[in-house]
């Protein structure tokens, strides 16, 4: 499967670029990783858990980093096993452009999936990996940007819910 998108990020491309090297960056915004160690000379080992529809599982893999041109291009290649639920594997060119407002971040992403996954089904799959991907990027935006209005007044209204039924008051 193929898939692409763009998102505004307000930060400039060399600090974009230089999160997308860094492990602890990685692991807070890879949905589902327990464990991203290495370097971007000689790759990433990770550990992620994810359910994809009915079938759960623990990807042990690689990423490594290529094409690397600071502040301008990344490629990323990968790819993990999940025991008997299958395997995943694939890329993404992204690409950094300067914009008044930061950076605007651009990915084509290639994915392949095998075993148990590739049994449910295209539609399933391509839908995981768009909302994956999207999931990625927006935690990557909000590292680098911070929460949103949005996202804080979410989290006020939550924090705000539970403590009123811990407290019986409104």
């Known amino acids: 499967m193929q898939m692409s998108d763009s ?15 860094d492990p602890r960056v990685l692991q807070t915004c890879v949905p589902g ?24 599982a623990t990807f042990k893999g690689q990423v490594k980093m290529s094409d690397r041109m600071p502040g301008e291009k990344l490629t990323i ?34 994915a392949k999936v095998g075993g148990k996954l590739a049994q449910l089904g295209s539609r399933i799959i391509d839908g995981f990996a768009k909302k994956m991907a999207d999931q ?18 979410a989290e006020v209204t939550k924090t705000s819910g539970w403590m009123s039924r811990l407290t019986g008051k409104s």
């Open 33 to 56: 990783a327990t464990e991203v160690t290495g370097t971007p000379e000689d790759g990433f080992e990770a550990v992620v858990t994810q359910k994809v529809g009915p079938v759960k």
């Open 136 to 153: 990625f990027f927006s935690n990557l935006q909000t590292h680098l940007e911070g929460p949103s209005d949005d996202d804080a007044e």
């Open 7 to 21: 998102r505004q990020i307000a930060a400039d491309p060399q600090t974009v670029y230089a999160a997308l090297l």
């Open 77 to 110: 290649s990968g790819e993990g096993k999940g025991g008997a639920a299958g395997f995943a594997k694939g890329g993404a060119v992204v690409t950094f452009e300067a914009s008044e407002q930061g950076t605007v971040l651009t990915y084509e992403v290639d």
